[in-house]
């Protein structure tokens, strides 16, 4: 096999080097006679490269960090370790860490904390592994008592219901002679066995936005931390009383980060997995901390409490009204409460203290004491809502709150903390010569100035950095990077935020951090180097509806693109008449609740619109507006109707493209080629003598092109086959529903949305192209991850020992029943 040929660059760069080793006179001579010395020595250079890359890769191959995937093969092979499925691009998975961690394994296999590690590395989910014949009830005596084994439930705590059947859950169980192994409806049949292991994973993967250490801070030290909105209550704005959720009254639910690694090797607990949070236990601690303030003694917290020195799970910071500065509120100071509904009455805020009784020992009897302990905000962490405390007399209000915290996904699609890095994406900002490209900067906690041509151009708002790319961008590259968590509605005396595309131009409009070069002692500046666009971390909200104009530029001129890159749109995306020649959206959620998302509001001819790892509302593009023609390709997304009337997809006159995408309404298009799809509603496609539609399920009076291994054309088929004969229409009907999809969440506000239950059919979860689930969580491969982990028991499992995976990602109305109180 040919080696590929060495980047140009890396063959320069020893060039450089081996003439560097000549003497000074002899370069300078040679450069006043005509490089020829150096172009030799740039002959020469190639072989020296070359035996340079075969070195570093034959290092590289002794380590299982570095190694090439052909060299991982030989290590794997090398420490017995058994081979598995390849997961697919994109999942961020591979087999890295259980290779490097095959003979830690092995020398503690048979052991709970060995099967949890070996879980957390061939799937990369956090897993805590049960062994059940400890939950089975027991008779004590006194002879040998077992208090962790008891004979009935503990309900003191108040939070043994809301543990049932995960696990951490403690309540005694009578003995199931079911196999752990046996499933039935996805689930396994039996569980408490004496020889049943389960292995509960959890699959959301949680993206934070961290919070910064320190007491006090300026607001350009929080450009990382979401702002929050105001929550409106009974139709109106109220002061104190905020929601993290971006839709006016919705709920977002918190998370607690992955802290896996705080546990040291040892065995994990709740609080070290990515999971919801809930109410409880936090406001157990919470209480705890002021109790044990006032008492004037250590709290009385687990080896490893819910809130850590570094902010997690979630940290308030309340900046008041004429003060520039944010106050850290610490968790004492953070009172836990149920805010489904508003406090009542109306607009009630909770004291700026809270009372407490307690007794201190005395001489001879019990001393009673009494104390308040200041209170800063009231926190539900099961809608993401806040009610600031009272202000105390003559003390400002807050009037603005931010929060570091981490929410649930399916995968890191949408607009989030997630990094959105690709190699394909611009990074480095260079001069370029002729069209240099326009750099802003959206900060208003930096001074306005700079230039967007020469360096970087800070300005205030989205707004004014759109306006002046619509003035200076015409056939330029403009990047309008978006450096703070913020949220902006539409200028004084505008409906709209309007972005105004210059004719053969771009404008990309990202959430990002933007580096400068940092200057590096004894090492000359690259002066064709701007800066770095870094894409993550930041997450802007666009509270308006965006809507993108045509610019200057001759009549005939191509219309221009546009990029949004990380953004949250509230009110959606409109494109009006010849507006734009490309549209592509990364990572953005695109929604307006109750009407439509992405629209063209006019003629749009030989447009290419991409949509990749979003989540969008309503797409409707070729309606009475005018024509729209061209292509769109949606990738990794869910296309929903969210709340709207109508289709989630309408593409009268695009060729479309889906893969690894959920469709959970109606939809309709010219051609369509998709892989990995799910239609819940019946699609319309009017061309099908072109295109093909792949490895997806495909809902009943559907109109589409030719299939390949589709849903539940397959299940006929097999049905028919296994019969004999023709299916009735109650066959029918049994084998359609036996490979319906089942999804956890249909609601858009819900971490769970369009992730597939586990009551899922295999047909669906495995039936995608390459054995991964049909949809747009496809990437994630949990059942090639899952079935790659049965697979290991056998090496890892004491004899006699059966073992079983148990998915506890619970629904949206599993976590409300577990919330209460």
């Known amino acids: 096999m040919t080696a590929p040929p060495l980047p140009t660059a890396r063959v320069e760069a020893v060039a450089d080097a081996l003439y560097a080793l000549l003497p000074a006179h002899v370069r300078l001579v040679d450069r006043d006679a005509g490089g020829a ?153 039996g569980r408490h066995n004496i020889t049943a292991v389960g292995v509960h994973v959890v699959r959301p993967v949680v993206p934070t936005f961290p919070a910064p250490p320190g007491a006090s801070l300026p607001a350009s030290s929080l450009s990382g931390v979401p702002v929050a909105r105001p929550w409106p209550v009974g139709g109106t704005t109220r002061p104190g009383y905020v929601q993290l959720g971006a839709q006016p009254g919705a709920p977002l639910r918190l998370f607690a980060p992955d802290r896996r690694a705080d546990a040291g090797g040892g065995r994990l607990r709740q609080r070290d997995l990515a999971d919801r949070l809930r109410r409880l236990p936090l406001h157990q601690e919470t209480d705890e901390l002021r109790r044990a303030t006032l008492e004037g003694r250590p709290p009385r917290l687990p080896d490893r409490p819910w809130f850590d020195e570094a902010g997690a799970p979630f940290t308030v910071f309340l900046r008041r009204s004429g003060d520039p500065r944010f106050v850290r509120v610490p968790p004492a100071q953070v009172r836990i409460a149920n805010l489904e509904n508003p406090p009542t009455p109306l607009g009630a805020r909770p004291p700026a203290t809270r009372a407490y009784a307690w007794f201190d020992p005395g001489p001879t009897d019990a001393v009673p004491r009494t104390g308040e302990h200041p209170i800063a905000c009231a926190v539900d962490p099961v809608t993401g809502r806040i009610v600031v405390a009272q202000s105390a007399p003559g003390v400002a209000d807050v009037d603005e709150v931010r929060v570091a915290y981490g929410t649930g996904l399916g995968r890191a699609i949408g607009a989030g903390a997630t990094d959105r890095g690709d190699p394909d994406q611009p990074f480095e900002i260079r001069d370029a010569g002729v069209a240099v490209d326009l750099v802003w900067v959206v900060d208003p906690t930096q001074p306005t100035g700079g230039s967007a041509e020469t360096g970087s151009r800070t300005v205030p ?54 580096r400068a070069p940092l200057p590096v002692p004894g090492v000359d500046p690259d002066p064709a180097l701007r800066g770095f666009v870094i894409r993550r971390g930041r997450r802007f909200t666009v509270d308006a509806p965006l809507r993108v104009l045509r610019g200057t530029g001759a009549a005939d001129a191509p219309a221009g693109r546009l990029v949004l890159d990380g953004l949250e749109l509230t009110q959606g995306l409109r ?17 307006a609740p109750g009407t439509i998302a992405l629209r063209a509001t006019g003629t749009l001819t030989a447009v290419r619109i991409s949509i990749d790892s979003s989540v969008c509302g309503p797409v409707r593009l070729g309606t009475t507006a005018g024509p729209v023609t061209g292509s769109l390709t949606v990738r990794d997304s869910v296309l929903g109707a969210d709340g709207a009337a109508g289709e989630a997809l309408t593409a009268a006159e695009l060729a479309t493209t889906l893969c690894n995408v959920t469709v959970l309404a109606a939809s309709s298009m010219r051609e369509l080629t998709g892989t990995n799809v799910v239609f819940t509603e019946p699609v319309t496609v009017t061309r099908r003598q072109s295109g093909c539609l792949r490895h997806s399920f495909v809902a009943p009076g559907s109109a589409t092109p030719r299939t390949f291994r589709c849903q539940p054309t397959l299940a006929l088929a097999e049905a028919a086959e296994a019969k004999g004969g023709p299916l009735t229409g109650d066959e029918q009907a049994a084998a359609r529903l036996a490979v319906h999809p089942v999804l956890t969440d249909v609601a858009a506000d819900e971490p769970t949305y369009a992730m597939l239950h586990p009551l899922c059919p295999d047909a669906i979860r495995s039936g995608g192209e390459g054995d991964v689930e049909m949809g747009a969580f496809a990437r994630a491969a949990f059942g090639i991850a899952v079935a790659d982990l049965v697979a290991l028991f056998d090496d890892y499992l004491p004899v006699a020992l059966e073992a079983g995976v148990i998915d506890d990602t619970r629904s949206a109305a599993v976590a409300t029943r577990r919330n209460v109180p």
């Open 37 to 189: 010395v150096r172009a030799l020595v740039g002959v020469v250079a190639l072989p020296s490269a070359e035996i340079d890359a075969e070195t570093d890769a034959f290092y590289d191959a002794l380590f299982v960090e570095t190694a090439a995937p052909a060299a991982l093969d030989a290590i794997a092979a090398l420490v017995a370790a058994t081979p598995l499925h390849p997961m697919p691009a994109g999942a961020g998975l591979d087999q890295r860490a259980y290779v490097g961690n095959t003979i830690r394994y092995r020398r503690g296999k048979g052991t709970a904390r060995v099967i949890e590690a070996l879980a957390a590395d061939v799937t990369g989910l956090g897993a805590i592994a049960v062994e059940y014949f400890q939950r089975l009830a027991r008779c004590n005596h006194l002879l040998d008592v077992r208090p962790d084994r008891p004979g009935t439930g503990l309900l003191v705590d108040g939070d043994t219901a809301a543990r049932a059947g995960s696990a951490v859950d403690a309540l005694p169980r009578l003995l199931d002679v079911r196999p752990v192994t046996r499933t039935h409806r996805g689930r396994p049949a």
């Open 461 to 514: 708002t989205l707004a004014d950095a759109l306006a002046e790319a619509a003035t200076d961008g015409a056939g330029r590259r403009s990047f309008v990077l978006l450096a703070r968590c913020d949220v902006e509605g539409p200028p004084g005396g505008q409906t709209t935020i309007d972005v105004t595309l210059p004719t053969e131009s771009e404008i990309h409009v990202v959430a990002a951090q933007w």
């Open 575 to 591: 494109l009006a008449v010849r507006s734009a020649a490309a549209v592509d959206l990364r990572y953005v959620i695109l929604r």
